[in-house]
Nanobody, 125 residues
């Protein structure tokens, strides 16, 4: 069983930055598609960004493109989400997820086999 543990969430002012981390309990970062999703109160969990197993392809949602950057460190079995120019509408619980499927399935939350517990990001105006 794979465990994913997110960290790095917190409270930040609009325009600020945060970096989230997702540490995997097993060496899957270099073989799985890794994604980030978020869920705001009263809303569906939505796709944010994903990176393929080689790290050479990334897929961003339109709402974060140009502001967020996904990266990974295979040696540390960790995926990162650098979030810049944060907006109040970015406030949500952010979840890390992993799927053996290709990046073509990245937007589909049901495609993911493993999920972290989530980390809260709050952006004040």
């Amino acid at each position: 069983q794979v465990q994913l543990v997110e960290s790095g969430g917190g409270l930040v002012q609009a325009g600020g930055a945060l970096r989230l981390s997702c540490a995997a309990s097993k060496r899957i970062v270099n073989t799985y598609t890794m994604g980030w999703f978020r869920q705001a109160p009263g809303k569906e969990r939505e796709f944010v960004v994903a990176i393929n197993w080689t790290g050479n392809m990334k897929y961003y949602s339109d709402s974060v493109k140009g502001r967020f950057t996904i990266s990974k460190d295979n040696a540390k079995n960790t995926v990162y989400l650098q979030m810049n120019s944060l907006k109040p509408e970015d406030t949500a619980v952010y979840y890390c997820a992993a799927t053996i499927k290709s990046l073509n399935s990245a937007r589909v939350k049901d495609a993911y086999e493993y999920w972290g517990q989530g980390t809260q990001v709050t952006v004040s105006s």
